[in-house]
């Protein structure tokens, strides 16, 4: 990053519901509770089944859902942004509590 001036710089990838265009946070440091720290979904929590899209083949006791999420490159804050490549994955882990 920085050095090959084919690549984007001064830019980054937020993820945000497809549903609602609203921006995800994720769960950062598990138990990181208390006064001052953020709960519900600004601390990165959202409902298991929320704009989810049940597939229809349950098998053994369990039921596989989809969710899309969306990414969106955007400019980061005090950067100057470049133009080029970018390329990136996110893995989204999901965890039932």
Known sequence: ???????????????????NGDPMNFVGWPGN????????KLAGWYPVLDQTTNQGDSQAGYTRYTKVITAVLEKLPRRQ???GRVDATAY?????Q
């Open 33 to 40: 509770t208390g006064a001052g720290n953020p709960g519900g």
């Open 81 to 83: 942004p470049t133009a």
């Open 92 to 96: 989204v882990l999901v965890k039932v």
């Open 1 to 19: 990053y920085g050095a090959d001036p084919s690549v984007a710089t001064g830019v980054g990838i937020s993820l945000r519901d497809s549903a």
